[in-house]
């Protein structure tokens, strides 16, 4: 819960004062899932967010009378020039627009003229489409996705090139919905963004306290060898680190050999993050690292993941005399009964 807490609060700062443009069809929603979802908007009100609510469908009276009814600053905005105007006073903008398209070109205009930072919509569990698997996708490839949900996709792609940075495809059946996709690394809708949401990059010394502490929750499950602080400090260059919204949840090494070699090592992503493809990401920007190094070839000592490195990754199993002499005596000396696994990088010719 702890953990949970310290995620969520870290978005507080970042959200406040930007403009987040929500999209709902009021008629469609369960009076539970409404009541919920506007509950949720007073907390980001409290916060300092500006918000602009667009109600689309038949239920505008309805989302006007809990409005009327709840603690929302809130004024009904007819006319969309006036909206930077409603917003500086700190009230939330409500547009009605009986009929419009949720993720339509006026709705997309009207986000980009705000300069909102998220355009949030709830849609049916119809329209998400049963193929949509993940949480992220950038707006490039949802330009290009096929399926049910291609079409949204689509559009909030082109939402984002219009210059929205992220936009949220809700369940709007789901309660809790809006709090639980905004104050999470993960979120449980889908985001289509265009900024930089997932990276990889070296290590800094700002991060080596939260890879210390992810390297030790490996350790309680024997995955990862201890490190300290000194050790991982003098081997900083080695380290790549992953990170969702600005925050670490994973990390690899790539270690250099006389020899002319490279171990791929120090893997490890948080639980929470294992089911994004991060552990793959993280690998594969290992080994363009060592291309980049010229370095021919890589190998790792794994146990737990060899089913995953051979069967996914393309390495194949190899003896312990591969290995540099320094690091197959340290293998040795470890007790550690580890499989040999490699790849080659620079192909020969």
């Given at each position: 819960m702890q953990g949970d807490l310290r995620a969520a609060l870290q978005y507080v700062p970042s959200f406040r004062g930007k403009v987040f443009v929500v999209v709902l069809n009021a008629a469609r929603m369960s009076e539970q899932a409404l009541a919920e979802a506007l509950l949720d908007l007073v907390g980001l009100q409290q916060i300092g967010v500006r918000l602009v609510l667009i109600s689309v469908g038949t239920g505008e009276a309805e989302v006007a009378n809990r409005l009327v009814d709840g603690e929302l600053r809130w004024e009904r905005v007819e006319e969309t020039d006036r909206l930077t105007e409603v917003l500086d006073r700190g009230q939330l903008a409500f547009v009605e627009r009986r009929g419009l398209e949720v993720l339509g070109e006026e709705v997309v205009t009207l986000s980009s003229e705000v300069q909102a930072a998220k355009l949030i919509v709830f849609l049916a569990d119809s329209e998400m489409g049963?193929?949509?698997?993940?949480?992220?996708?950038?707006?490039?490839?949802?330009?290009?996705?096929?399926?049910?949900?291609?079409?949204?996709?689509?559009?909030?792609?082109?939402?984002?090139?219009?210059?929205?940075?992220?936009?949220?495809?809700?369940?709007?059946?789901?309660?809790?919905?809006?709090?639980?996709?905004?104050?999470?690394?993960?979120?449980?809708?889908?985001?289509?963004?265009?900024?930089?949401?997932?990276?990889?990059?070296?290590?800094?010394?700002?991060?080596?306290?939260?890879?210390?502490?992810?390297?030790?929750?490996?350790?309680?499950?024997?995955?990862?060898?201890?490190?300290?602080?000194?050790?991982?400090?003098?081997?900083?260059?080695?380290?790549?680190?992953?990170?969702?919204?600005?925050?670490?949840?994973?990390?690899?090494?790539?270690?250099?050999?006389?020899?002319?070699?490279?171990?791929?090592?120090?893997?490890?992503?948080?639980?929470?993050?294992?089911?994004?493809?991060?552990?793959?990401?993280?690998?594969?920007?290992?080994?363009?690292?060592?291309?980049?190094?010229?370095i021919p070839w890589v190998f790792a000592l794994t146990n737990r993941a060899f089913d995953y490195f051979t069967a996914r990754l393309g390495y194949e199993p190899a003896e312990v005399e591969v290995l540099p002499e320094v690091r197959r005596l340290r293998l040795l000396e470890s007790g550690r009964h580890s499989l040999v696994i490699r790849k080659d990088i620079l192909r020969e010719g």
């Open positions: 049963e193929d949509v698997d993940f949480h992220a996708i950038s707006h490039e490839k949802a330009e290009q996705w096929q399926g049910p949900a291609a079409d949204f996709l689509a559009r909030a792609a082109a939402a984002c090139s219009q210059g929205v940075p992220r936009v949220h495809l809700l369940k709007e059946c789901r309660q809790g919905v809006l709090l639980d996709e905004l104050f999470s690394n993960e979120g449980v809708g889908v985001m289509i963004y265009t900024d930089d949401y997932l990276t990889v990059r070296d290590l800094t010394l700002a991060d080596i306290p939260e890879l210390l502490a992810m390297i030790g929750r490996s350790m309680r499950d024997a995955h990862l060898i201890p490190r300290t602080y000194e050790q991982v400090e003098q081997a900083l260059d080695d380290f790549l680190v992953l990170t969702v919204d600005e925050n670490v949840v994973g990390c690899v090494a790539l270690h250099r050999y006389p020899e002319g070699c490279g171990e791929v090592a120090c893997l490890y992503v948080k639980q929470t993050h294992e089911s994004g493809g991060y552990g793959r990401l993280l690998v594969e920007a290992a080994e363009e690292k060592a291309k980049k190094l010229g």
